[in-house]
């Protein structure tokens, strides 16, 4: 079992709606992170988490470090927000980021 | 503005050449990752430094690959013989990392990436 998994896959979303996108792992850590991943290939650090909750525009990314478990919310979704949403975490005591298989988002028009 | 930058972007080889990639972190920043990603695997860490120096490359096949920072504005991964199976997109980030602060409590900035083929 991978230690951090995320759900769903992929998801399609017409413009507009709400997207939850979640993140379990299975380890102790240190923080959590949320990665984009342009079609282009480009990522981008979106958020880095230790505990609670952080808005930046549209995007909401919460952590519950008891549960194990992380979301990234977008709301208002747009077209432009159609990426790849990869989750990370690093384990405590370690030094790398462990990496979920990514969330493929298409927002459509 | 700053940003990593990666050389080559494409890059495609035949099989047993050797193959360099090379990386320019943001000036100032003290880490130094590299990563590979696949379709099958995701992103995976090959090796990391800081100041410099490798902290872990547990993450990299010791036979053919190489990782080195010659100063503190060049990383190098290396591959030779090179393979098929080597084919990925490789990624290097950089980051500052203060004493004492866990090093995934700091965000990885992530060039644009270099695409091998290996045929």
């Known amino acids: 079992k991978n230690e951090v998994e995320q759900s769903p896959q992929n998801l399609t979303a017409q413009e507009g709606e709400f997207i939850t996108i979640n993140c379990s792992y299975s380890v102790g850590i240190s923080a959590l992170h949320w990665l984009q991943q342009h079609p282009g290939g480009g990522i981008v650090s979106l958020f880095m988490l230790s505990s609670g909750k952080k808005k930046h525009g549209r995007l909401i990314a919460t952590i519950n470090i008891q549960e194990k478990h992380s979301s990234l919310h977008i709301t208002a979704s747009h077209p432009r927000d159609s990426a790849v949403y990869i989750c990370?975490?690093?384990?405590?005591?370690?030094?790398?980021?462990?990496f979920g298989k990514g969330t493929k988002l298409s927002v459509k028009p | 503005d700053a940003r990593v930058t990666q050389t080559p972007r494409h890059k495609v080889t035949e099989m047993g050449q050797e193959v360099t990639m090379r990386c320019q972190p943001i000036?100032?920043?003290?880490?130094v990752f590299w990563y590979r990603q696949t379709m099958m695997q995701g992103l995976e860490l090959l090796a990391y430094f800081r100041n410099r120096a490798p902290l872990d490359d547990s993450g990299m096949p010791k036979d053919r690959f190489s990782a080195e920072m010659p100063d503190a504005t060049l990383a190098t991964l290396k591959i030779q013989p090179s393979e098929p199976r080597d084919s990925a997109v490789y990624f290097c980030?950089?980051?500052?990392?203060?004493?004492?602060?866990?090093?995934?409590?700091?965000?990885?900035?992530f060039g644009a990436g270099t695409r091998l083929s290996v045929l």
């Open positions: 000036l100032g920043h003290n880490t």
């Open positions: 990370a975490v690093g384990k405590s005591g370690q030094g790398n980021l462990i």
């Open positions: 980030a950089s980051g500052f990392v203060s004493d004492g602060t866990a090093l995934a409590k700091n965000i990885q900035y």
